[in-house]
């Protein structure tokens, strides 16, 4: 699913059950500006305000919606996700990931040999084999 930063916490916040006037009160937000982050009218905030966020969704550092949040939100702000930048061998494979993709518009099926090319290859190098 391709879903936005402000998409995805709103999606949490009303699967808890919260409306939006009282996940404003948990995180000390004014609900006018909080909306318009739902809304995607403003960038997803940074990773000390997000802490925020997603304490106010009881969700912990390890969560899968955590994870997904913190990716959403980088890529929100312009930025590589760190889980990306922290892996080594999948961070040296984005210099061709960035070529390939200068080259021109892809088409859904050569994205998807670019994402197989890199898969591989990171399992290739998890291996211990390239």
């Known amino acids: 699913m391709d879903e936005t930063f402000g998409a995805a916490l709103k999606r949490l916040r009303l ?9 404003c009160l948990r995180i000390a937000a004014d609900p006018s500006n ?3 982050l739902e809304r ?6 940074p990773s ?11 969700l912990t550092s390890t969560c899968e919606d955590t994870r ?4 959403l939100a980088a890529i929100g702000r ?8 922290s892996d080594e061998r999948l961070a040296g494979k984005l210099p061709l990931f960035f070529r390939t993709l200068e080259n021109g518009p892809l088409t859904d099926e050569k994205m998807q040999e670019v994402v197989d090319t890199l898969r591989e290859a990171w ?8």
């Open 15 to 23: 699967e808890r059950g919260m409306s939006l006037r009282e996940f």
């Open 123 to 130: 399992i290739s190098d998890s291996a211990g084999t390239v």
């Open 40 to 45: 995607g009218l403003l960038n997803p905030p």
């Open 48 to 58: 000390e305000r997000l802490a925020d966020f997603l304490q106010a969704l009881e």
């Open 68 to 71: 997904e949040l913190e990716r």
């Open 78 to 85: 312009g930025q590589i996700p760190g889980s990306i930048l």
């Open 34 to 36: 909080y909306s318009k």
